[in-house]
């Protein structure tokens, strides 16, 4: 039986920017437009899209073409890529809209673009991924952790949690200024650690609470944070707190001096 030919993925489709709205002093959401969204599935839990920002003199990026030999890059500097969660995904007729929020650290190249988009400016995206977080319906209880990278991720995910069912939610931030809310039918308890502005620190309170916090053993884990960190917590979960590798899944959506992170780093080699 022959093997089917993967088929390439489709090319990054075009977007527009349609407006920029602040959620906190650090983090700013960017609503995009374009008659391609429609074709675009909804998005879910925690899944991920890439970004295709334009390089510095430019007004729209250099984005890959289909042709017969698959993906190809036109002459030319390539864009800037980084991905994100997409925080929502409004269908509205011919008139789709996706939001993307981005947390303004630093001085790193996506962070100035959000930090200046305007309506009109131009991105590219492809996606989103199949790999969303698959909410365990026979689950009663979840615990969700984070820094600011995984707000929009933590959203998304309490967001689909049913009634019923249990929600303790730990989120380290800079300080309280970054605090946004945490909408979830579930019973939800959410905790805020404020770790300062020290650089080198990030993701140290969060493993801390995560080493001390009293587990339910039927609980689902999910944990996303800078990749050292994820799999410090991994290791903990796993070997003190006895958690089941089945109800745990842990990402690393950042890592220190490494300026584009892979997107598919589940921190399992701890």
Not at 91 to 97: R, V, Y
Not at 143 to 148: R, T
Not at 227 to 246: D, F, H, K, N, Y
Request: negative net charge; hydrophobic residues 40%; glycine residues 8%.
């Amino acid at each position: 039986m022959r093997t089917p030919t993967p088929q390439p993925r489709p090319p990054p489709r075009l977007l527009e920017v349609k407006r920029v709205s602040p959620i906190t002093p650090r983090m700013v959401r960017v609503t995009f437009v374009g008659p391609t969204l429609a074709e675009v599935p909804t998005p879910g839990a925690a899944t991920h899209i890439k970004l295709f920002l334009p390089e510095e003199g430019q007004t729209v990026p250099l984005l890959p073409e289909l042709g017969p030999e698959g993906l190809t890059w036109p002459e030319g500097p390539r864009p800037t890529v980084r991905t994100y969660t997409p925080r929502a995904f409004r269908k509205n007729g011919d008139a789709p809209e996706l939001d993307v929020d981005f947390f303004l650290h630093d001085e790193g190249p996506a962070a100035r673009w959000a930090a200046n988009a305007q309506p009109g400016d131009a991105a590219g995206m492809a996606g989103p991924s199949p790999s969303a977080y698959a909410i365990d319906p026979e689950a009663r209880a979840f615990v969700l952790a984070g820094d600011e990278s995984a707000i929009p991720a933590l959203q998304t995910i309490l967001e689909r949690l049913p009634k019923g069912v249990r929600a303790e939610v730990l989120v380290e931030v800079a300080d309280r200024s970054d605090e946004v809310a945490m909408d979830s039918e579930a019973d939800t308890r959410v905790t805020w650690l404020h770790r300062g502005h020290a650089p080198g620190k990030e993701g140290a309170l969060l493993a801390e609470a995560l080493r001390t916090l009293e587990l339910s053993p039927e609980a689902r884990y999910w944990v996303a944070c800078e990749a050292a960190q994820v799999r410090a917590i991994r290791r903990t979960l796993l070997g003190e707190q006895g958690v089941s590798p089945q109800a745990l899944v842990t990402r690393g959506y950042w890592k220190q001096a490494t300026p584009n992170h892979p997107d598919h780093d589940y921190g399992t080699d701890a």
